[in-house]
């Protein structure tokens, strides 16, 4: 009984990586047969939130991660939502942005056929529809019954898991995690945890020496906790972000590339395609005026793209190739993710990280974001000079 209340309130890092470990499996073996980041694995491991994509990149990994190990799906996910939950503070996002929608400048090729789970109202739902078409009042009447235990349990689970939350919350959250840079574009990952280690190492000797912290400190860092836009150093970007290859096999090979997909080349657009081999990979996507899309590509299927300016940032983007304008394009990356822009010329307008992140959870372009972060530096400064 009190393994199983242990196991309860264990995070998701430790618990994924206690499964790890029973089966015999190394990081660097997990990342092989996963296809993910070898610094984002690490990152679910250390419960590291902030240095993670997006949440619905998040669960995919996670589900990618609990499959290899033999972990049921419902069994992830619920505790992957506890972590969130006891690590950021709120509620796991809802993940419906990420369905795969189809817009005027959009076309997908292949649709994700697995059908979602019902919830308790869909349920409510399809029993009233029996009622009303059943004419034998047994069969209904046990129906009804089983749908009012599942949705009474439904609720309970939810209460327990709320109250663990509430009483949970105040309590020591394990060490902080130092940013491990997991999303930056080319970066070496050997170079990534040796900066996170000395920087660990400052901040200890610090602490150390200064072991209280005067008021006005205090009060900069808990200005500095509630910013919405943390400082983002933003740079250029320099040299080709991929090159073409016209003389590539793949560029005639209809397995990769379709007929249908070729035959809908627009010569006035940019006509981008992506096809995911060899695992799942995700993406966010800008294009011309229209908001910032998040997606999901598993494996096998593919994703359309077509307008005047495309900027794409892709994870996993090793698992994929990729055809601009019906041509195999090179886009290496040692990190596992990557940023790309159409046409080149539009290169000089942009910044890199391309869609960088708020602490709540929205993705920006990097102009829009500069001028949030700007104007929320400035904001700080005045009610610094007031005090």
Known sequence: MENQDQNA????????????????????????RTKISLNILKAIEANDFKNLPSPAYVKGFVNTYGKILGIPPEESISKLEFTYFKVVGKPF???????????????????????????PQDMIKNATSVIENSKSFLP?????????????????????????????????????????????????PAAAETAAKDE??????????TPEKTAVEEKKSEVEVHRNYPTIEFRSVRGKLFTILPDA????????????????????LQNVYIKALTGNTWLSYKIDNNPIESVIIKQDSDLFLQGEEIRIFLGNANVTKIFYNNYLISAPTKSGVKSLIFPEESNSKFKLPLFPKATDDILHTSEDYQKRMKLEEDELEKKKKAE
């Open 93 to 119: 996002p809802s993940l419906d942005h990420t369905k795969q929608m189809v817009s005027p400048n959009r076309k997908t090729i292949s649709e994700d056929k697995e059908e979602a789970t019902p919830t």
């Open 140 to 188: 209904v009447a046990i129906f009804v019954a089983v749908i009012l235990v599942f949705i009474g349990g439904y609720k309970l689970i939810s209460s327990v898991v709320k109250d663990e939350v509430t009483t949970t919350r105040t309590k020591d959250l394990g060490p902080k995690i130092e940013s491990s840079k997991a999303l930056a574009p080319e970066e070496k």
């Open 249 to 268: 096999p793949e560029n005639n090979d209809e397995s990769l590339l379709p007929k249908p997909i070729k035959d809908s080349m627009d010569s006035n």
């Open 9 to 32: 309130t264990t995070l998701l890092g430790e618990f994924l990586k206690q499964k790890r470990v029973e089966k015999n499996f190394t990081l660097e073996k997990l990342a092989q």
């Open 200 to 209: 660990s190492a400052t901040t200890t000797t610090e602490t150390a020496a």
